[in-house]
């Protein structure tokens, strides 16, 4: 890291501390003031700032009335390019959308609202989430005047629960790229992540009254079909000769082997029935696998988890309640 750059970072790092420190979630519609904008040279910024100074400091010892007019122009260049970066951020309104659920391991996208009520055009405004341990991702929006974007951002989700959106970052460099102006927004989201689906689960579990061929236990043994992908699926129970002869080109998706066995009609996943030796994440995944193969079988399931006991069903409303009651079973 060169010299221009290591100052470039040093005061950028200081004045985040200072005027962007952060305030909290912040709910509703966020407007950017010019309190919150702040403006920094880039590498190339300082670079352009030294060869002014260098263009000044030969004009004067030269005596050239051509060398004095080149850099006040340029200059003026410079301080027109400080109005239109700042200006390009400044006065913009913020606001957080949807956010999709998801398992633990997978991506969560946040959907974020970009408010333009000015009749300038915005242009290569650019976001991404900051916070220790984030990929550093950027998505890019253009706002023409007096309309919205909508710019999705993704960021993994390692533990169940409630996950709150990071904080987001906002930038632009437009139109010269000598100067950076930036802000930080918290938006008021948070997106549920359900426990990981356990991988090779054993058979679904019968209910006692409706045992029909006394084995104990819905097998999984009887291929049945193929059916499409749904999230939670294993990927070993992809078919992938089926997959092969798909093409990606005219919509294809994947799918999965479809396994019958037992003469269930119904089941129940109960957790405290669950072997007493596996830890508590190991039993949600092993509900979480069960919920999203009875729900694949089309076989009603009843639910037992601590104070939450709902009747067998089908449906997305049931399925949601259940992985809702998995993904924030003890958490504070």
């Known amino acids: 890291m060169n010299v221009f750059s290591k100052i470039e970072h040093a005061l950028r790092k200081r004045a985040s501390k200072w005027l962007f420190r952060n305030r909290g979630t912040e709910p509703g519609e966020v407007f950017l003031h010019q ?8 590498h190339p910024g300082l670079f352009f700032c030294v ?18 007019g080149f850099t006040f122009l340029i200059a003026a260049c410079a301080l027109i390019d400080m109005h239109l970066t700042f200006r390009n951020l400044a006065h913009l309104h913020l606001a957080a959308g949807r956010a999709t659920s998801v398992f633990a391991g997978e991506e969560v996208q946040f959907e974020l609202h970009l408010i333009n009520r000015r009749k300038h ?16 991702v ?4 253009d706002v023409p005047g007096n309309s919205t974007r909508s710019v999705t951002l993704s960021t993994p989700a390692r533990r169940r629960g409630w996950l709150t959106a990071p904080r987001v970052r906002l930038q632009t460099r437009f139109p010269l790229g000598l100067l950076r ?28 009254a409706e045992k029909k061929d006394g084995q104990g236990e819905a097998g999984q043994d009887d291929f049945a079909g193929i059916r499409g992908y749904q999230a939670g699926d294993s990927l ?3 078919a992938w000769r089926q997959i092969a002869k798909l093409d990606a080109e005219m919509d294809g998706s994947l799918v ?24 508590v994440e190991a039993r949600l995944s092993r509900m979480t696998r069960w919920v999203i193969e009875a729900e694949a079988r089309g076989v009603p399931y009843a639910f037992h988890l601590g104070d939450t006991h709902l009747e067998p069903a ?3 409303t049931h399925r949601e309640a259940c992985l809702q009651a998995l993904a924030l079973y003890q958490t504070a």
């Open 35 to 42: 309190r919150r904008v702040f403006i920094m040279p880039t």
């Open 51 to 68: 060869m002014l100074v260098a263009l000044f400091i030969g004009a004067v010892n030269y005596n050239l009335s051509l060398g004095f």
């Open 121 to 136: 055009d915005r242009y290569a405004i650019w976001l991404d989430f900051v916070g220790e341990g984030l990929p550093e």
């Open 138 to 141: 950027d998505q890019a929006a």
């Open 181 to 208: 102006a930036w802000s930080y927004w918290q938006p008021d989201a948070r997106a549920l992540v359900y426990p990981r689906p356990e991988q090779d689960a054993p058979p679904l579990p019968l209910a006692e």
């Open 236 to 238: 070993k129970r992809l």
């Open 256 to 279: 999965t082997k479809y396994f019958e066995g037992g003469a269930a009609s119904e089941i129940a996943l109960d957790f405290s029935l669950l072997p007493p030796g596996m830890d």
């Open 314 to 316: 089908l449906g997305p």
